[in-house]
T-cell receptor
Framework: NAGVTQTPKFQVLKTGQSMTLQCAQDMNHEYMSWYRQDPGMGLRLIHY???????DQGEVPNGYNVSRSTTEDFPLRLLSAAPSQTSVYFC??????????????FGSGTRLTVV | GDSVTQMEGPVTLSEEAFLTINCTYTATGYPSLFWYVQYPGEGLQLLLKATKADDKGSNKGFEATYRKETTSFHLEKGSVQVSDSAVYFCALAGGTSYGKLTFGQGTILTVHP
């Protein structure tokens, strides 16, 4: 049981390049989300999905696109990389059970540097 | 919207000292509350959670009690170890944060021998 798998672990981009961060989960969780972590700012939500075909914006969506064609996969696309997007990116999958109990599993992160 | 506020860090303690990291939240409804830990160079690990008022989450000697009357979820440990040095994040889910987590800014804890 792999949990949440993120690839790549490290990436260096030039300003203006595009790329896709991959995220896959094998736990059949309904929800998936992308966060970025910057020093002193905790984790901020970029985009999230409550099921296949359904996505919504989080706190810092600009410059990023997502899609959710399957329950398992939730890729994050950087359209035109900027130095401000240098960060560590975490993908998470989660579930909600009767009674309001949530469970979250995080990937190991992607460290992105934009030069 | 929902928000989480953690005490400012960094926190520096000697081994075997008592630890408190304050966390308060603003949310509608009845959110679930979490503490996550991030060790240097690693991802986030769930430390403990509580899903309703007066629940106490506990793990590895850490405890936190869901206090709805004070909207708080303070993290405590009676005797810290060097290996507890990490960044600690308070977070909530539910309320208006359906399906996603709202994080505090994180507190860096350093424990010296």
């Amino acid at each position: 049981n792999a949990g949440v798998t993120q690839t790549p672990k490290f990436q260096v981009l030039k300003t203006g390049q595009s790329m896709t961060l991959q995220c896959a989960q094998d736990m059949n969780h309904e929800y998936m989300s992308w966060y970025r972590q910057d020093p002193g700012m905790g984790l901020r939500l970029i985009h999230y999905s409550v099921g296949a075909g359904i996505t919504d914006q989080g706190e810092v969506p600009n410059g990023y696109n997502v899609s959710r064609s399957t329950t398992e996969d939730f890729p994050l696309r950087l359209l035109s990389a900027a130095p401000s997007q240098t960060s560590v990116y975490f993908c998470a999958s989660s579930y909600l059970r009767t009674g309001g109990s949530y469970g979250y599993t995080f990937g190991s992160g992607t460290r992105l540097t934009v030069v | 919207g929902d928000s989480v506020t953690q005490m400012e860090g960094p926190v520096t303690l000697s081994e075997e000292a008592f630890l408190t990291i304050n966390c308060t939240y603003t949310a509608t409804g009845y959110p679930s509350l979490f503490w996550y830990v991030q060790y240097p160079g690693e991802g986030l690990q769930l430390l403990l959670k509580a899903t309703k008022a007066d629940d106490k989450g506990s793990n590895k000697g850490f405890e936190a009690t869901y206090r709805k009357e004070t909207t708080s979820f303070h993290l405590e440990k009676g005797s810290v170890q060097v290996s507890d040095s990490a960044v600690y994040f308070c977070a909530l889910a539910g309320g208006t944060s359906y399906g996603k987590l709202t994080f505090g800014q994180g507190t860096i804890l350093t424990v010296h021998p």
